[in-house]
């Protein structure tokens, strides 16, 4: 008998289908777990997802929100991006904070780690919490068309409970600082 943890899935072939710098796509031809031949597609993300939700000695955050493309609505979100593969995830971490804010922050907690869509893709989020901030110059990449307001994060969480909020990290995040600063752990 096979061990539920043990891979029951056998590759017989592989194809690279798409490829670009921030995704590749493959074509998986395999052995699914009841033995029948199938079909199987993995995107690979080529970056970290990145989440920082930034906390204020007052427990005031500040959301992002944009245009998604993906999506075809606007989004309200904390601070997020991309971290290369290979690269120090908490300085991927700072740099969108001070991109999308203008904020530095004097100490960082990783509080999780999340695969976002495990059926389809690989992705990991790395999320953060950012405390001790200070204000400098925002830097936008040229894709992105922000709006940044800082709100009590009491709020957050009730956009987060609301559905206002439905971006996977902030929706996690939120709910884990929610439960952190309950249980008085942050």
């Not at 601070?79 to 904070?97: I, Q, V």
């Not at 922050?105 to 790395?126: M, Y």
Request: hydrophobic fraction near 35%.
């Amino acid at each position: 008998m096979h061990h539920p943890e043990n891979n029951p899935w056998k590759i017989t072939s592989e194809k690279n289908i798409y490829d670009n710098p921030w995704i590749n796509v493959t074509e998986y031809q395999v052995i699914n777990p009841s033995g029948n031949p199938g079909i199987y597609g993995k995107v690979h993300y080529k970056n970290l997802a990145i989440g920082v939700l930034p906390l204020d000695d007052e427990l005031n955050t500040y959301l992002v929100g944009q245009f998604r493309f993906t999506l075809n609505q606007y989004s309200w979100e904390m601070p997020e991006g991309g971290g290369p593969e290979g690269t120090d995830p908490l300085a991927s971490a700072k740099r969108e904070l001070l991109e999308e804010t203008g904020l530095k922050a004097s100490q960082w907690t990783e509080i999780q780690r999340l695969h976002l869509s495990n059926s389809v893709s690989d992705e990991l989020s790395i999320l953060y919490v950012a405390r001790g901030l200070e204000q400098f110059e925002a830097e936008p990449e040229e894709t992105e068309q922000l709006i940044v307001k800082k709100i009590p994060f009491t709020e957050m969480y009730r956009m987060v409970c609301d559905g206002e909020i439905t971006d996977a990290m902030t929706v996690a995040t939120v709910l884990k600082v929610q439960l952190l600063l309950t249980e008085n752990r942050l």
